[in-house]
């Protein structure tokens, strides 16, 4: 019995040791990075919010002006990488995700943070190499649905349809992604987009600026994924709701502005001047 008890702690331990980045897998910006971190959550626990959407959005403007940067991501070797100085669309919203859900834990260790960030990030919420991260938005609803991170409403709005879609644009544009051109990554990124092929997903088309009952609807601290019309590809951008006046306004780490912003045309507008843009996909974080 013992020595049974001994193995299967040992099991366990490995277990445990495997749904985690070492902190030889994670890149860090600066040296500074694991203090900001801790300082913003103690900020977020301070403030005393308890609600999912609110605390998404306080930490979204807490991060106004920040740098936009893109690929920062991107290396010779796919690691957890904390970046809160330089954010692009999808790991600015990654980053308001992981600071809500450890501060809704109560809890502001950086250590936390990089567990829930390294959560939303990859599949099974375990770093294991390029193939593993969450690379299409359709994957990563559906992903952290199933695990319970976030939920999708768009399908619960009025006036929403469906499209059907091939998600495969990165292995169709292999020469765009640096890591694809080892062999075994990009078998096993194809892999992953077998399951979206004729993929069927719920969006509120972007004509909706008419619609009342969708912008009462939405409130601020909603993730939006920005549907798009190119060619085997699902969404183009991401940034939350922030309401002004009971009007949506997005949001977001801007490439055009270069800076996390809020866009000063309203959500409808946004999308009206945006020629790819189909419509929104509305994310909340599980509660």
């Known amino acids: 019995m013992k020595k049974l008890l001994i193995i299967l702690l040992f099991v366990a331990g490995n277990i445990i040791a495997t749904q985690a980045a070492t902190p030889q897998e994670m890149r860090f910006h600066c040296a500074n990075d694991t203090s900001k971190i801790t300082q913003l959550l103690q900020r977020g626990i301070e403030s005393g919010i308890k609600d999912a959407n609110s605390l998404v959005a306080q930490y979204g403007e807490w991060l106004l002006g920040t740098p936009y940067v893109a690929h920062t991501l991107e290396g010779d070797t796919e690691m957890l990488t904390i970046n809160i100085d330089e954010l692009d669309c999808t790991t600015f919203v990654e980053t308001l995700y992981a600071l809500t859900r450890t501060t809704l834990t109560g809890r502001y260790s950086w250590r936390d ?67 694809l051109a080892d062999d075994e990554v990009f078998m096993k990124l194809k892999g992953t987009e077998i399951g979206y092929r004729n993929h069927r997903f719920p969006y509120l088309k972007v004509d909706f600026n008419n619609q009342k009952r969708i912008k009462k609807a939405l409130k601020s601290g909603d993730i939006v994924a920005i549907v798009t019309n ?58």
């Open 113 to 179: 943070f990089a567990h829930n960030l390294e959560d939303i990030r990859y599949r099974g919420g375990n770093l294991n190499g390029y193939a593993s991260r969450l690379h299409y938005i359709s994957d990563w609803i559906i992903e952290n649905s199933f695990r319970g991170n976030i939920k999708e409403c768009t399908q619960d709005f009025n006036g929403v349809q469906y499209m059907v879609k091939n998600i495969d644009f990165m292995s169709k544009n292999r020469d765009k992604y640096p890591a």
């Open 230 to 287: 190119i060619k085997n590809l699902d969404v183009q951008h991401m940034g939350v709701i922030v309401m002004k006046d009971d009007v949506p306004y997005l949001l977001n780490a801007s490439s055009v502005g270069k800076k996390v912003q809020i866009e000063e045309i309203d959500l409808a507008e946004y999308l009206r001047r945006n020629k790819t843009a189909i419509g929104i996909r509305v994310i909340r974080l599980a509660e």
